[in-house]
């Protein structure tokens, strides 16, 4: 069964430049990948997650100005889709 918790995941400074905080609260700290998909469903990045760790800060830096999305998974399961801009 799909879940959101697209409440408990909180993303800025949105839009981003350098960096974007990730922060995770509740159920999404169970969360074990952060990953970075542009518009068109190409994955841009990916991180594992720590269990229960509340921040996280991604670099930027490599990708082109444009929308992107974070996505939260747990497991194959994803969690929470959030949309961000990279100034």
């Not at 879940?3 to 609260?25: E, G, I, M, R």
């Amino acid at each position: 069964p799909e879940f959101n918790l697209a409440k408990s995941v909180h993303l800025f400074p949105n839009p981003a430049t350098d960096y974007l905080t990730v922060t995770l609260s509740g159920d999404a700290q169970q969360a074990t990948r952060i990953s970075i998909y542009s518009t068109d469903g190409r994955e841009q990045a990916s991180w594992s997650a720590g269990t229960n760790s509340r921040q996280y800060r991604i670099g930027l830096q490599q990708l082109p100005r444009g929308q992107y999305f974070v996505r939260i998974t747990t497991g194959e399961q994803v969690i929470a889709n959030k949309q961000f801009i990279k100034m």
